[in-house]
């Protein structure tokens, strides 16, 4: 088989497998929920993300909103990254094995279930990679078209999301430090990234004209999760994540560090790791740094090892990869999948379960989101089943989260159900108008002691109250409570609550301290 032909055929395989390897009974990520919804709102920015996945979420909505129209564009988008990643292995040399060795860590590693989930992750990854294969490629051919991928990629990626920043400053500053006169001095390298910017230009308004609610949104990161991260747990993150292939990754570096042609590559993941730990960055979010690794890596190997060597780094891969894959998708109902955690030797060990909230549970958190949002649409809409059609007609659905709200909107033409709207996230830039001259009230909350608040007392009548009962989702306990007749009192305090939050949003409202309300005391209606 010529080389070529196995590089499209692994790009399917790359494209199909999750597909396989995903339980159908998951449902749409809390995150997915988000993105879709943003969809129906087509802007030039939003409160938690740039606008780019949107396209994507609108093309989803287009197509029905299924779970395969949902899961389509990580996968595809994936197995672009790999055609990129593949196209370099040919260019450096490679044949079949360095082929087959530089796709390994798309179906061994983290990305299986980054390239699987409908979030900003793998259009990061893919421009990353893109930015990089631009000025590579400018290195042999000295065509300018390469410099203006990676521009066009830098200002697709700002549009994807912000990290795309930190890879840009890395490969700045590798340039820099590597003295690369043949790009530095090149007119096209200031146009291109010139014009890159131009595409990101409206976002950059937007947020401009919002007040930078990303100034408020990476507070919350801040204060809620980022705090807790440890540079230490950031470096040996780098090495689980992609450790059935770490032999290929870090020959890449070394190789590029040794070649002055390539140093840049180098001193860019040493300086985009740097500034992400400095800034306390997630670990996953400098995935993007090393498709174009594996790239320089493969053919290295390809050419370095004998016949017993190759079989030794794909047998390695594979053990490692297989123990792998379950802990990234998931691959049976959540039960037994618990189950089979319980006797997994890196569940735990390896931080697999742990949650946001720093305590291991029984499913990784990401599939816990995945969990119970049907079932609590459909108590939503018996409880509004109950009402008369003139309460309906005066009902606002009100949730906590993004995701509750989410999932209403997604499955609520099913059950008949209006808009359901939240002041978490963008949700907030969408409340209606008169979103306080409702008569009824049905809350979807994800406090469990919302009954216990004091204005439950600012109600004539709380005549309905559930809840989602499973122990695997993370919405576990989550209460839907319809309420009929708030007082003035209620109305008042509601419309000061939703005031202060869209203020909060703005970068001069995330860093002053804002009066208290009493609809925010004890976690009541977040």
Not at 24 to 42: F, K, N, Q, S
Not at 182 to 189: A, D, P, Q, S
Not at 254 to 274: C, D, G, N, S
Not at 367 to 388: G, Q
């Amino acid at each position: 088989m010529k080389p070529t032909r196995l590089l499209y055929l692994l790009a399917l395989l790359k494209l199909i497998l999750p597909f396989f390897l995903q339980n159908p009974v998951w449902g749409p990520h809390r995150d997915e929920l988000l993105y879709l919804a943003e969809a129906r709102h087509m802007a030039w920015g939003y409160m938690e993300a740039p606008p780019l996945l949107s396209v994507c979420a609108w093309l989803t909505n287009l197509l029905g909103g299924a779970m395969w129209a949902i899961k389509i564009w990580p996968s595809l988008f994936g197995a672009l990254t790999y055609i990129l990643v593949g196209r370099l292995v040919l260019h450096f040399g490679g044949r079949w094995f360095a082929l087959v060795l530089a796709w390994m860590p798309f179906v061994t590693g983290v990305w299986l279930r980054m390239q699987f989930l409908f979030q900003p992750n793998f259009l990061d990854i893919f421009f990353w990679t893109a930015m990089a294969y631009g000025l590579i490629r400018f290195k042999h051919s000295e065509k300018s078209i390469h410099l203006y991928i990676a521009g066009i990629s830098f200002g697709l990626g700002m549009l994807a999301k912000y990290t795309m920043a930190f890879y840009a400053a890395g490969l700045l500053a590798g340039l820099l430090l590597a003295w690369d006169k043949k790009i530095l001095t090149n007119r096209h390298f200031y146009y291109a990234f010139g014009l890159g910017f131009l595409l990101f230009l409206p976002n950059l308004l937007w947020e401009a004209g919002h007040g930078f609610p990303v100034v408020y949104h990476m507070k919350t990161l801040e204060d809620n999760q980022l705090q807790y991260l440890s540079p230490w747990t950031f470096l040996t993150d780098q090495i689980l994540y992609n450790v059935a292939t770490i032999f290929t990754w870090v020959t890449g570096i070394v190789w590029a560090a040794r070649m002055k042609q390539y140093r840049f590559i180098a001193w860019a993941f040493v300086v985009t790791l740097a500034l992400l730990m400095i800034g306390h960055g997630k670990s996953y979010y400098s995935q993007g740094i090393y498709p174009v690794l594996f790239a320089l890596g493969a053919p290295r190997l390809e050419a370095w090892a004998n016949k017993w060597w190759k079989l030794g780094m794909m047998a390695f891969s594979l053990f490692i990869g297989i123990r792998l894959v379950p802990l990234l998708l998931p691959f049976k109902a959540p039960a037994p999948l618990a189950e089979y955690y319980v006797h997994h030797p890196l569940a735990r060990k390896a931080g697999f379960l742990r949650w946001e909230d720093l305590r291991d549970h029984s499913l990784p958190q990401d599939f816990a989101d995945m969990l119970s949002w049907e079932a609590m649409t459909a108590k939503v809409a018996k409880a509004y089943a109950s009402l008369d059609s003139t309460e309906k007609a005066h009902t606002l659905i009100f949730c906590d989260n993004y995701g509750e709200a989410g999932a209403v909107n997604y499955f609520g033409p099913k059950y008949h159900l209006p808009p359901a709207y939240s002041d978490n996230a963008s949700f907030l830039y969408w409340m209606p108008t008169d979103y306080d001259r409702f008569e009824v009230l049905l809350l979807v909350t994800d406090d469990t002691h919302e009954m216990q608040n004091k204005f439950i007392k600012d109600f004539q009548s709380v005549p309905f109250v559930d809840s989602i009962a499973n122990p695997y989702a993370r919405e576990d306990g989550s209460l839907i409570i319809l309420m009929k007749g708030p007082d003035d009192a209620f109305r008042q305090a509601f419309r000061e609550k939703i005031d202060l939050d869209k203020l909060k949003t703005t970068a001069q409202g995330a860093v002053q301290n804002m009066k208290p309300n009493p609809l925010d005391k004890g976690g009541s209606m977040h």
